[in-house]
């Protein structure tokens, strides 16, 4: 059980994280939507691979929304397993990325985030960087509908302009077994700084601007439904797909070019003088 874990306000991740998402210069709107208190499902898009800045700012929202009520993440369990960040992200709130963990954070109150298109959609070409892509998994629409829990879309653009990704390079993926081994279908190829073309390492971000969106509740999510009805699922899922497409067309077209943005943006932070060259960006 959850045990209606709040995180520690003081815990020594949490200035690392704010420093890190601050490198993204974000922009949130709609946090109110986010409920102070008892459970909710927080559905967000996933971007840039490891970088994933989305998830932190989602997630620093969250706790400054609900600083008295747990609030939590699900997160795959490479990370969870991983020597002193595993045990940190747990103390933050991280559950392992299955139904029965999610299932316990909402019973538990929790608000509970959850990103469906898992490293799927973090990991999609780069030229699909404006696209909602969760797969056709539907586990989050099944667990809202049985508990009767309402479903926030939390909408991010920005993170993904920030890393070139070539391929999702599935074919290696199924070739490595990793769907085997460690429970992923993709093994992607980037291209940028230090390392050229290369597969899965990590490559320096670009500064891009990250948008993000808390949009109200989705009106089938506001009372309980049949999760046995395939139909239903369906209805539910394409709605919440296509309400978070709106959201990402309307965001990336606020703010077209995420990384020029984000570079104007700690231009203007330099001190005196430097900070005019913002102008010429």
């Given at each position: 059980?959850?045990?209606?874990?709040?995180?520690?306000?003081?815990?020594?991740?949490?200035?690392?994280?704010?420093?890190?998402?601050?490198?993204?210069?974000?922009t949130v709107t709609g946090?109110?939507?986010?409920?102070?208190?008892?459970?909710?499902?927080?559905?967000?898009?996933?971007?840039?691979?490891?970088?994933?800045?989305?998830?932190?700012?989602?997630?620093?929202?969250?706790?400054?929304?609900?600083?008295?009520?747990?609030?939590?993440?699900?997160?795959?369990?490479?990370?969870?397993?991983?020597?002193?960040?595993?045990?940190?992200?747990?103390?933050?709130?991280?559950?392992?990325?299955?139904?029965?963990?999610?299932?316990?954070?909402?019973?538990?109150?929790?608000?509970?985030?959850?990103?469906?298109?898992?490293?799927?959609?973090?990991?999609?070409?780069?030229?699909?960087?404006?696209?909602?892509?969760?797969?056709?998994?539907?586990?989050?629409?099944?667990?809202?509908?049985?508990?009767?829990?309402?479903?926030?879309?939390?909408?991010?653009?920005?993170?993904?302009?920030?890393?070139?990704?070539?391929?999702?390079?599935?074919?290696?993926?199924?070739?490595?077994?990793?769907?085997?081994?460690?429970?992923?279908?993709?093994?992607?190829?980037?291209?940028?700084?230090?390392?050229?073309?290369?597969?899965?390492?990590?490559?320096?971000?670009?500064?891009?601007?990250?948008?993000?969106?808390?949009?109200?509740?989705?009106?089938w999510s506001t009372e309980?439904?049949?999760?046995?009805?395939?139909?239903?699922?369906?209805?539910?899922?394409?709605?919440?797909?296509?309400?978070?497409?709106?959201?990402?067309?309307?965001?990336?077209?606020?703010?077209?070019?995420?990384?020029?943005?984000?570079?104007?943006?700690?231009?203007?932070?330099?001190?005196?003088?430097?900070?005019?060259?913002?102008?010429?960006?």
């Amino acid at each position: 059980m959850t045990s209606r874990k709040i995180p520690d306000p003081n815990h020594p991740l949490l200035p690392l994280a704010r420093a890190y998402t601050n490198y993204f210069t974000p922009t949130v709107t709609g946090a109110q939507h986010v409920p102070e208190s008892g459970p909710a499902l927080i559905i967000g898009n996933h971007s840039s691979i490891y970088w994933a800045p989305e998830i932190w700012i989602t997630l620093l929202t969250m706790m400054d929304r609900r600083p008295t009520e747990p609030s939590f993440g699900l997160a795959h369990e490479i990370l969870l397993r991983t020597p002193l960040l595993g045990d940190s992200l747990r103390d933050l709130g991280a559950l392992p990325a299955s139904w029965e963990a999610a299932t316990t954070g909402v019973k538990d109150g929790g608000a509970v985030l959850v990103y469906p298109g898992g490293d799927w959609e973090a990991c999609r070409p780069w030229t699909d960087r404006g696209r909602i892509d969760f797969a056709d998994r539907k586990g989050f629409v099944r667990l809202a509908l049985r508990l009767g829990v309402p479903v926030i879309p939390a909408v991010a653009t920005g993170g993904h302009d920030s890393i070139f990704i070539v391929s999702r390079g599935e074919r290696t993926a199924r070739l490595l077994r990793l769907d085997k081994l460690l429970r992923a279908k993709v093994f992607p190829y980037t291209v940028g700084l230090p390392f050229g073309l290369a597969p899965i390492v990590p490559q320096f971000p670009l500064p891009a601007t990250v948008q993000l969106s808390f949009l109200p509740p989705l009106s089938w999510s506001t009372e309980p439904g049949d999760p046995d009805n395939p139909a239903e699922v369906d209805a539910c899922y394409r709605d919440t797909v296509d309400t978070m497409q709106r959201e990402l067309d309307r965001l990336r077209a606020e703010i077209p070019n995420p990384v020029a943005t984000g570079i104007k943006r700690h231009l203007a932070d330099l001190p005196g003088p430097l900070s005019s060259l913002a102008a010429i960006v």
